[in-house]
């Protein structure tokens, strides 16, 4: 992608996320870019920032909106590439995703879904992540040729939100089907044909009817899941609507689905390369949650978040104008050697863990965080008492196209008992 506002003034690197190079290592790139332009506007005329301070200190500033599907970049977005309907401008829709939204709006939907949607629930469900842990793993002992992406990076979530949000059994496969559809929201920079997009439209559709009807069974009969906590979650009197509670499933989904299943390949990818590590986490499985950290920083699903100044902001030297497309590049805060000591190295009990970002950081931080962190814990400590050695098969890494989900496309690995 060429950038035609890129001027002389311009610095040597540049941010292209759709470059061949970028997608086989970006890491290089963000190196270059801490070091030469940790403040630098690329493609479409975005602003991307590199550093760790930087990112962190963006990710709570007030100045910087969510809904920045109104911005010129976005614009130009769709004129490079189709997206499904979870993306289009629709700042009149009363249902609209509070992923897209600023406060007031996102904090009231926030509040709710937190009410119903608590680290308590999570801590419920141990049981049902570990049991649906073991059975993919069994499932997958008895495959001559193991995907992690497919045998396990792809119904982990979706059998996980499945509990969430009390999917009867005999429904569990027309869920499945749909549920695939609004993860690819994500992929923000990824081509899509027409045909595909309103094929995608109509899948969103469907499913946000299955939820609908889902919601007038759970209104008859109250269950002990997720859409029945959404319709009784109440603060002071106010609640949400049905179709707030549609959207605030597919949030979810949005945020669960695509991260997890390229977490999970992340993870393996992390553990076949770096045995020693492995070999760290078998003797010490206590280490399971820092090392859901260190992967979410080493090898992060997510790479970037998109923001829209509100206000005029000076960083580094430069000034972002009311309108101004900011990308802050959580990946390459997370690399930063002035926050991580020995950035480049993969370290599952590197002190200070939480302080990685691939989870998000402020008000907008990754509401599946309450989910994913104890299921990769679960999966680790897992992987630790069944295998010795996690071992990749003879085909190669490649990862998916587009930027805003990375992960290998498939990853197929041996499991050394």
């Not at 119904?155 to 993860?183: C, N, Q």
């Not at 029945?228 to 945020?255: P, Q, S």
């Not at 490649?398 to 499991?415: A, D, I, S, T």
Request: glycine share 6%; net charge negative.
């Amino acid at each position: 992608m060429n950038n035609p506002t890129q001027t002389a003034e311009d610095p040597a690197v540049y941010f292209d996320p759709l470059s061949e190079a970028f997608r086989a290592d970006p890491f290089e790139l963000y190196r270059r870019l801490l070091e030469e332009a940790p403040v630098h506007r690329g493609a479409m005329g975005a602003w991307f920032v590199t550093r760790y301070a930087d990112v962190a200190t963006l990710l709570r500033d007030g100045r910087l909106g969510k809904e920045f599907t109104q911005s010129s970049f976005f614009d130009e977005l769709e004129a490079v590439t189709l997206q499904p309907r979870f993306l289009e401008r629709a700042p009149e829709d009363p249902d609209k995703p509070f992923l897209l939204c600023d406060p007031p709006f996102h904090t009231r939907q926030r509040a709710l879904l937190t009410q119903a949607f608590s680290p308590a629930v999570a801590r419920g469900m141990q049981a049902d992540i570990e049991r649906i842990v073991g059975e993919l793993l069994d499932e997958a002992e008895r495959k001559p040729d193991f995907d992690v992406v497919a045998d396990l990076g792809d119904p982990l979530p979706l059998k996980l939100l499945a509990s969430l949000f009390g999917v009867p059994a005999e429904e569990y496969d027309e869920y499945a089907a749909l549920a695939t559809t609004p993860a690819g929201a994500l992929d923000v920079l990824q081509d899509q044909s027409p045909e595909a997009v309103a094929q995608r439209r109509a899948e969103l559709e469907a499913l946000q009817r299955y939820f609908l009807k889902l919601i007038e069974r759970r209104r008859a009969e109250p269950g002990d899941d997720l859409v029945t906590r959404l319709l009784n979650a109440a603060v002071e009197g106010d609640k949400l609507t049905d179709g707030e509670v549609v959207c605030a499933c597919i949030v979810l989904i949005v945020a669960a689905y695509g991260a997890t299943k390229c977490f999970a390949a992340n993870a393996f990818l992390m553990f076949a390369r770096y045995p020693d590590q492995y070999d760290r986490l078998r003797e010490h499985p206590e280490l399971a949650e820092s090392a859901v950290d260190e992967v979410s920083r080493f090898e992060p699903p997510v790479h970037a978040v998109g923001r829209e100044a509100t206000a005029r902001i000076e960083l580094d030297g430069h000034v972002i104008e009311p309108g101004d497309t900011v990308m802050p590049l959580i990946a390459a805060a997370n690399r930063d050697p002035e926050k991580f000591e020995n950035p480049d190295v993969f370290d599952i009990g590197r002190a200070n863990h939480k302080a990685q970002m691939g989870f998000g950081v402020g008000i907008h931080y990754c509401p599946g965080t309450v989910l994913s962190k104890p299921a990769g814990a679960a999966l680790f400590r897992e992987l630790a008492k069944r295998y010795r050695r996690i071992r990749l098969a003879d085909a190669p890494v490649e990862y998916k196209p587009g930027f805003g989900l990375r992960g290998p496309e498939q990853l197929h690995v041996v499991f050394d008992a």
